[in-house]
């Protein structure tokens, strides 16, 4: 093999072999059509955590509904839940519809261009306010991800744990050293770009890099090895259960606190298991102490498992009736009920293991199962 190149010491040529790739290689996204502030805004917080493919369907969707901050602005809280459904962490969501009532209060509807104002918004970090000041602006400011982090270990060879302070510093050193001044939306875009379509996690395409040759990790062997990460943190399991109770062909569902974890969302009574109890006892238990309903006939309705951050929630749903009829809950962790037909669940927000619930639910339901 040839022997690489020092990326830091042929920048001008780095840049322009990024540059070019970009420009014929960049996959089409609806906000890279006018690099609109507000669009920009959107997509970086739709983007956090999500992949780019379903960041691209709920955006379109997003500003057919909302075309523009003062839309947002004016919503009610359940519209931008809904259009947010299924993407989760729905502190995001709540954070857009802060801000935008902000921008339209303070800032005549606009997205600030400057850094300080940016991070005083709710959901605006240190990230966020560097990607929408240099890819809606143009402005000189570097952009580190989680592709850019990859590309600069592998081409820079790093052997140290990338999460570490030292190393976290040396990468931003590399991205300000690197960085196209004039060029920052399209250059912070394909390493981006580059890191997302070729130097992939698992699979990187290094016989067809265009980097290869500045690629030190490549010449060493060593490109399945980097990053390196830190021991990870074990992954938390939790198991819950939920009653679906139906009362004379109606559902019950009942609206979270708005400072609660999914908070505003809608969901079926029920929690977490306790001591050695089975998922239909807890159910029974749960309903009793969040409605002071009792039920009986539980039917299992299966079971789903969804990833939340470090946890992994196995959640148990059944399908139950009142063992008496007080169709009236006493409401201790919600703040509001309905009692509702089952095709009128799908136009209530709920969290991501409650949604596929209802999914079960109506699919029965259509398919005669379920009264
Ligand atoms: S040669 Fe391979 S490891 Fe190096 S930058 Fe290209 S894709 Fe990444």
Not at 29 to 34: A, G, S, Y
Not at 166 to 195: P, V
Not at 220 to 226: A, I, K, M, P, Y
Not at 278 to 294: L, S
């Amino acid at each position: 093999m040839r022997q690489s190149v020092d990326p830091l010491k042929n920048i001008s040529a780095l840049q322009d072999a990024l540059l070019t790739w970009f420009t014929v290689s960049q996959r089409t996204l609806p906000w890279r059509q006018d690099y609109h502030p507000y669009h920009v805004w959107i997509s970086e917080i739709m983007g956090q955590q999500t992949q780019m493919e379903r960041v691209a369907d709920y955006f379109s969707r997003w500003i057919e509904q909302f075309p523009a901050v003062s839309d947002v602005a004016t919503a009610d809280e359940q519209q931008i839940l809904k259009a947010w459904e299924g993407l989760g962490y729905y502190s995001r969501a709540r954070n857009i519809y802060r801000t935008a009532k902000i921008l339209v209060e303070k800032h005549d509807s606009r997205i600030p261009a400057n850094h300080d104002q940016l991070l005083a918004l709710p959901g605006i970090g240190p990230y966020t306010a560097a990607a929408i000041l240099s890819i809606a602006y143009n402005q000189d400011i570097p952009l580190i991800d989680a592709n850019v982090e990859r590309l600069f270990t592998r081409l820079l060879d790093i052997s140290e744990p990338v999460k570490s302070a030292r190393i976290q510093a040396m990468l931003r050193k590399t991205a300000q050293s690197l960085l196209a001044c004039g060029k920052a939306r399209m250059f912070n875009q394909a390493l981006m770009e580059c890191g997302a379509l070729i130097c992939k996690p698992g699979k990187p395409d290094c016989p067809s890099c265009f980097l290869a040759e500045y690629c030190l990790a490549r010449q060493h062997g060593t490109v399945l090895l980097r990053p390196v990460r830190a021991q990870s943190a074990k992954r938390i399991d939790i198991v819950m259960a939920c009653a679906v109770i139906i009362d004379q062909g109606l559902c019950y569902i009942q609206q979270r606190m708005p400072d609660d974890v999914w908070g505003s969302l809608w969901e079926f009574p029920g929690g977490r298991l306790k001591n050695n109890e089975t998922p239909e006892q807890a159910a029974i238990r749960e309903v009793k102490e969040e409605t002071e309903f009792e039920v009986e006939n539980l039917q299992p309705l299966g079971f789903v498992v969804h990833h939340y951050t470090k946890y992994r929630v196995t959640l148990h749903g059944f399908t139950c009736s009142l063992s008496r009829n007080h169709a009236v809950p006493a409401l201790h962790a919600a703040v509001q009920y309905r009692w509702l037909q089952l095709p009128e669940l799908v136009d209530f927000p709920f969290p991501a293991g409650h949604r596929q619930l209802v999914k079960r639910l109506v699919g029965r339901l259509e398919a005669g199962l379920t009264s």
